[in-house]
């Protein structure tokens, strides 16, 4: 790879890594928001499970982040090496995520045997990533639309 080539992918992994940032920063205000106007509007428990749920999944979305961060560096490190190395990269990166998920799943089950949960308010938790991703994505003015309609 010549140096113009990795002054591009560098400049673009610097920009993704931003765009995860806003994704994750935008969530946690989200977040925020959603826990302090349901708990002003619905009670204490539907705030409490969007706080729940909201936690698990930023939690997971930051870990994921992490990961995939070291997966890019560790792909490009054996970049010039057997390919070996690349594939086992890849299948501890779905392994971790894979666990990850597992352990979720685990920790959703002892909250709810032992705090009342709303479901309506876990899958608004839940979503805050997704919704944070839409705004970003749409505020950066990537959108798959043609520019022509």
Request: proline share 1%.
């Amino acid at each position: 790879m010549n140096n113009r080539d990795h002054t591009i992918n560098s400049s673009h992994t610097e920009t993704s890594l931003l765009v995860v940032r806003q994704v994750i920063l935008c969530s946690g205000i989200l977040l925020m928001f959603l826990v302090a106007g349901s708990w002003w509007f619905f009670g204490w428990i539907f705030a409490q499970s969007i706080l729940i749920g909201g936690l698990l999944v930023n939690g997971s979305f930051w870990l994921l982040k992490k990961d995939a961060q070291r997966l890019m560096e560790r792909v490009s490190a054996a970049d010039g090496s057997s390919g070996g190395g690349v594939n086992m990269e890849k299948t501890r990166f779905f392994l971790r995520a894979f666990a990850r998920l597992i352990v979720v799943g685990l920790l959703l089950f002892v909250l709810a045997s032992k705090v009342p949960i709303d479901v309506i308010g876990l899958t608004l938790g839940f979503a805050t990533i997704m919704i944070s991703v839409v705004i970003i994505g749409l505020s950066i003015g990537k959108c798959w639309l043609p520019s022509k309609v």
